[in-house]
């Protein structure tokens, strides 16, 4: 990473380091809960892991990453991948995963339910900011040997200082997915980009685009634009923050905040 030591803000993969000590112990990880069905991707089963390496400020995810400590239990990746497999069951869902946190801690425990996975007719998408991922080449190469496994990465902001404004991380790890992206298409893992951009202009979007054509222009094809929905929780730490979307999810449309007046009315 290129951080300088007069940098404003934490360093995300030290974060990483020192969550994987609370939420990880040999190959057990917590979650708080093991398995649900969600809407995404057409339905999947998700398990909600705790212990994450950002602190976005629209996260909606509250507990498992704020307070890793006293929240979810530890489970083996046989009792992770049995609950996602009955839920899928019960669901018909041919897709699982896990999400509400960061899916890159605790590797082994990442590998070992990914053997799991490999052994079965489900393909796992793991959910990841990517800091982990692009800190460390290495880290895509072992991936490359599951053939089960999607990979969503998610960038946060269109620019390192709206990044820096988002998480508090520091600007400069803003780079590291854009890394990430590049480690896991030269390794030949599945993998797609997401960007959230609620609270990024036009322009914004239109750099981060060229940024990631860059890498490839592929990856602008299954690149998804992600919106903020402003749960009550989410809303207020925003509020506090002082930081205003200018779009968000509202009753499964997207909607510019100037067009409606109440919700501005919640954020401001
Ligand atoms: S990376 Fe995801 S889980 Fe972690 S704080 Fe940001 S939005 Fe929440």
Do not use: W
């Not at 070992?112 to 190469?141: R, W």
């Not at 060229?210 to 634009?225: D, K, M, Q, V, Y």
């Amino acid at each position: 990473m290129t951080s300088r030591a007069d940098e404003r803000g934490y360093d995300p993969v030290a974060l990483a380091a020192a969550t994987e000590k609370v939420v990880v112990a040999g190959n057990r990880r917590k979650y708080a809960s093991l398995a649900r069905p969600l809407r995404f991707y057409g339905g999947t089963s998700s398990a909600t892991e705790v212990g994450c390496n950002l602190r976005c400020k629209f996260c909606f995810s509250d507990r498992p990453v704020r307070k890793p400590g006293t929240t979810g239990k530890f489970y083996t990746p046989q009792q992770v991948f049995d609950a996602l497999d009955a839920s899928a069951k019960k669901h018909g869902h041919k897709l699982i995963s896990a999400s509400a946190s960061e899916g890159t801690l605790g590797r082994q425990h990442l590998f070992e339910l990914l053997e799991l996975v490999d052994q079965s007719p489900y393909v796992f998408v793991l959910e990841t900011n990517a800091i982990t991922l692009g800190d460390d080449a290495e880290f895509a190469q072992q991936l490359a040997r599951f053939k089960n496994l999607h990979v969503r990465v998610s960038i946060k902001g269109t620019s390192p200082v709206e990044y820096h404004r988002l998480t508090g991380a520091k600007a400069s790890s803003y780079a590291l997915p854009f890394r990430a992206l590049e480690h896991l298409i030269t390794a030949g893992v599945s993998c797609n980009a997401c960007v959230t951009v609620s609270f990024s202009t036009n322009e914004g979007i239109a750099r981060v685009r060229e940024r990631l054509a860059a890498i490839r222009p592929g990856i602008l094809t299954s690149l998804e634009l992600e919106h903020i929905t402003l749960f009550p929780k989410v809303a207020k730490r925003l509020r506090e923050e002082g930081i205003t979307p200018r779009a968000v999810r509202h009753r499964g449309r997207i909607v510019h905040l100037e067009h409606i007046p109440t919700i501005k009315g919640v954020i401001q």
